[in-house]
Nanobody, 120 residues
Framework: QVQLVESGGGLVQAGGSLRLSCAAS?????MGWFRQAPGKERQFVAA????????YYANSVKGRFTISRDNAKNTVHLQMNSLKPEDTAVYYC????????????????WGQGTQVTVSS
């Protein structure tokens, strides 16, 4: 069982930036971020694969968010720039223990989530 712990959420004004971090208790293959706004379904945000550091983004965040990872520390980061009120949500870190063809599904482990609130 891999434990995931997120940090870095908070309140920011529109146009501002936040950096989320997620520390895993063991090595994982793909790490990703999802978000869920009140009354809405959980939504894929971004993911990164360990061996190649290849990345994949949801269209809604492409060009504004950047995902990165430190394999030595089993940590993934999400740099969020040009934040919009519609980015407000609980952000969840997730991990796939081994290779999956899916970037935005089939995750094995989930963190508890961290709140991001963007004020207009």
């Amino acid at each position: 069982q891999v434990q995931l712990v997120e940090s870095g959420g908070g309140l920011v004004q529109a146009g501002g930036s936040l950096r989320l971090s997620c520390a895993a208790s063991a090595r994982t293959f793909t790490m990703g971020w999802f978000r869920q706004a009140p009354g809405k379904e959980r939504q894929f945000v971004a993911a990164i694969r360990g061996p190649t550091s290849s990345t994949y983004y949801a269209n809604s965040v492409k060009g504004r968010f950047t995902i990165s990872r430190d394999n030595a520390k089993n940590t993934v980061h999400l740099q969020m720039n040009s934040l919009k009120p519609e980015d407000t949500a609980v952000y969840y870190c997730a991990a796939q223990q081994s290779y999956r063809t899916s970037w935005d599904g089939e995750y094995d482990y989930w963190g508890q989530g961290t709140q991001v609130t963007v004020s207009s």
